[in-house]
């Protein structure tokens, strides 16, 4: 049974910084691509990142430069550094195994100016 359990959310000023962590259990984690996704309030969810089985990543436009994501196989876990965070960073951050049905639960970001 896969599980994706998401940690590191929290409040947080403009321009702070948060890690936020992804444990999986249940799957071949190193074999798998892994992504960040948020949902704010009104909105669709959206990829924020992605990292593959051989580390390559993806960002999305509104936060290259700023988040980070990697992966660290031997403990099964993708982290996302979010540095120079902004309000309109706020959201539920999720995990996801992609091209997979498999989500984390979720965990709250808030960037307050």
């Known amino acids: 049974q896969v599980q994706l359990v998401e940690s590191g959310g929290g409040l947080v000023q403009a321009g702070g910084s948060l890690r936020l962590s992804c444990a999986a259990s249940?799957?071949?984690?190193?074999?798998?691509?892994f992504g960040w996704y948020r949902q704010a309030p009104g909105k669709q969810r959206e990829l924020v990142a992605s990292v593959s089985r051989d580390d390559i990543s993806h960002y999305a436009d509104t936060v290259k430069g700023r988040f980070t994501i990697s992966r660290d196989n031997a403990k099964a876990t993708v982290y996302l550094q979010m540095n120079s965070l902004k309000p309109e960073d706020t959201a539920v951050y999720y995990c996801?195994?992609?091209?997979?049905?498999?989500w984390g639960q979720g965990t709250q970001v808030t960037v307050s100016s």
């Open positions: 996801r195994l992609v091209g997979s049905g498999h």
């Open positions: 249940g799957v071949a984690f190193g074999i798998y691509t």
